[in-house]
Every structure is written in C-alpha cells, then in structure tokens.
C-alpha cells in the first residue's frame, strides 16, 4: 500500500513541528522536569510535547465542558485540557497511583486549573461504571493499561454527548500491532483498534501522531 505523501519525521523536522506548535508555559514544562527526575524509568508514559497543545487545541474546538480522562500519570494531558476549559468546566481523571499523581495536584494547583479537575484513585472502570448513564460527557481521553482499553471504550461511548470526542492514545503500541507474533498488549490493542473500526456508535480516524492516536466522534 503506497504512503502517498508521508514525511519521515526526522529529529530536525521534529524539532521543526515543537518550535511552530503553542510552546509549553511555565508550569508544564516544569511538570514534564518533574516527571523525568523523580519517575525516569516511567517518564514515557507522559504524553508526547506535541500532544499537549493538541489536547487543548481539541476542548476548544469541540467546546467542551465535561472531559473525562482515563490515566493521570503526573498530570500533563489533565493540565493541558483544563486549561482549555471555561471556568465553569470540569475535569474527571482516573488513576490509582498516589505516587505518580502526586506532582500532577501540585501543578494543576500552580496553574490554577485545581478546581476544575477532580481526581479519583480507584480502579477506573469502577470510576466509569459508577458515572451517570445520560450521555453527558463532552470529551474523553484515553491512555492507561491497554488490555482494558476495550473496557474504557464500552463504559464511554455511551456516555458521551451526540458528537462528543473520544481520543485514545498509542494505539500504535511502539509498532507492535503490524507484528502477527507479538503477544500480550499488542494483542489487547489491536483488538481494540478492530473494535473501534467496526463500531458503528462513532466515526472515528488512526493518526500517526506520537505513538498513534484515534479521534471518535459520537454519531
């Protein structure tokens, strides 16, 4: 199958694309410090530097009120997309490690976002379980433990509003989803992304953005 008119994303043409995007503000570039100081051995589960302004770029142009967020990790997608939301937005992310969320409450505090996000430390599929069952939910963002991704998807689509946006994030898997031997999460993932493909509750894309990204939009 022909590319078409793909770019190899160079370190050069990388660096091109960061320094045309919205530049990361103070706090969250201390935050994404922080994240690879104190947890070096698991600062690549931060979002991507890109992904950031794309997150906030996305609340804006959807208009969303209500997020809801599946894997907090230190707290950077959950700051990009707050601050994108109007006062009066909230923000519920999941997450069970106190640890790792631990400099994600401090930030959000330093950025002033700390009141529209609530942060629940508990199994997510619990948390997404014991939500609402209307379809309330303007946006939803995805990236956590992938063999329950399918899990995430089933208790958010029907919570989101007519149009509201699903992002799920490494849908990629580092490359592993093309590999028909790979086991385990690669599994789990392209599973899901078959899933996802035939789900006719949403119209969705795959975009090579970081470590792959889905956008679905409810029908």
């Known amino acids: 199958m022909a590319k078409g008119?793909?770019?190899?994303?160079?370190?050069?043409?990388?660096?091109?694309?960061?320094?045309?995007?919205?530049?990361?503000?103070?706090?969250?570039?201390?935050?994404?410090?922080?994240?690879?100081?104190?947890?070096?051995?698991?600062?690549?589960?931060?979002?991507?530097?890109?992904?950031?302004?794309?997150?906030?770029?996305?609340?804006?142009?959807?208009?969303?009120?209500?997020?809801?967020e599946v894997g907090t990790f230190t707290g950077l997608s959950a700051l990009s997309m707050a601050q994108a939301l109007p006062a009066d937005g909230t923000l519920l992310t999941c997450d069970i490690s106190e640890e790792w969320t631990e400099p994600a409450r401090a930030a959000w505090e330093r950025a002033g976002v700390a009141d529209r996000i609530e942060l629940r430390i508990a199994p997510a599929l619990e948390t997404l379980s014991g939500l609402p069952q209307e379809p309330s939910i303007d946006m939803a963002f995805i990236?956590?433990?992938?063999?329950?991704?399918?899990?995430?998807?089933?208790?958010?689509v029907p919570r989101m509003r007519q149009g509201g946006l699903l992002v799920v994030d490494n849908v990629f898997l580092h490359g592993s989803v093309t590999?028909?031997?790979?086991?385990?999460?690669?599994?789990?993932?392209?599973?899901f992304n078959e899933r996802v493909k035939a789900d006719e509750r949403v119209e969705s894309v795959m975009l090579a953005v970081?470590?792959?990204?889905?956008?679905a939009r409810r029908r």
Do not use: C
């Open 5 to 68: 008119n793909s770019t190899p994303l160079t370190d050069e043409l990388y660096s091109y694309m960061i320094g045309h995007n919205p530049p990361l503000d103070p706090v969250q570039r201390m935050l994404v410090e922080i994240t690879h100081t104190r947890l070096p051995l698991y600062a690549g589960k931060q979002v991507a530097e890109e992904q950031g302004p794309l997150l906030a770029f996305l609340v804006r142009l959807t208009g969303a009120r209500r997020i809801v």
């Open 143 to 156: 990236d956590a433990d992938k063999d329950n991704y399918l899990g995430y998807w089933e208790e958010l």
């Open 179 to 191: 590999d028909a031997e790979a086991t385990g999460l690669a599994v789990s993932i392209r599973e």
């Open 210 to 215: 970081a470590d792959g990204l889905t956008l």
